[in-house]
């Protein structure tokens, strides 16, 4: 027992006074998660909009599909990427292996199903009335696009929170695809496993300390949006 409370003191120790590595594995994570959520967001949401909203064959199995892919894991993610972005895979001219931007692609792909599946389904459960109301003051495709997705934001922020929430946890994809080479690659989840097989519990501690911070911050954001959006339709 003294050991684990030795570390949290050093852990406690280490994030005060800034340690570079420590801050390191903290910033990269920061950017590859967000710059993942950011491109699922621009990709995912127009997907999960045609998703939820049209019509068309095949609707109901690519609905499948994406639900199916939510339990991915992040191994296999890591796995197919890295069969692709290898020096042997069809992308291995660009050098994509045990990079930062590796990384953002493999997150990218785990966060797309997320956000499209909860946006679709957030779309599909829209009030019957409301898209009446909307309809009735004939809208073009764009303004009932956009009226759609500002009646429905508080749910689809949701989804980017959650898939935010997926992302910044995950360790398969940023070991298999980056590599977890220090001020480069190594984000929190990599760098607690490394530092925990080395016994260096003291820097495994701070940085589960700050990843529980943000899984906190995301998941308090997520159900502050919940609670607002209860009480707008309340």
Known sequence: ????????????????????????AIDITIRTS?????????IGLPLGFILGFFEFPFRKSLKLLSDTLLA??????????????????????YELLYTAKGIIIGQTILALPIVISLSATAIEGMDRKLYLTLSSFYPTLF????????????????????????????????MMIGGNIKWFTRTI?????????????????????????????????????????????S
């Open 72 to 93: 991915l894991p992040t191994v296999v993610v890591g796995l197919i990427v890295y069969a692709f972005i290898s020096y042997r895979g069809p992308f291995g001219e």
């Open 34 to 42: 967000s710059v993942s959520i950011l491109l699922s967001v621009i």
């Open 1 to 24: 027992m003294d050991y684990i409370l030795e570390g949290l003191k050093e852990a406690i120790f280490l994030l005060i006074r800034l340690d570079p590595e420590t801050i390191s």
């Open 143 to 174: 303004q009932m696009v956009k009226n759609v997705i500002w009646e429905l934001r508080h749910a689809l922020i949701a989804a980017i929170v959650t898939a935010y929430g997926r992302v910044v946890a995950e360790v398969g994809i940023a």
């Open 189 to 233: 989840t990599t760098a607690i496993s490394l530092e925990t097989n080395k016994g260096e519990f003291a820097m495994g501690i701070a940085l589960g300390l700050v990843l529980i911070l943000i899984a906190f911050a995301a998941n308090l954001s997520l159900f502050a949006l919940k609670k607002r959006s209860g009480g707008m339709r």
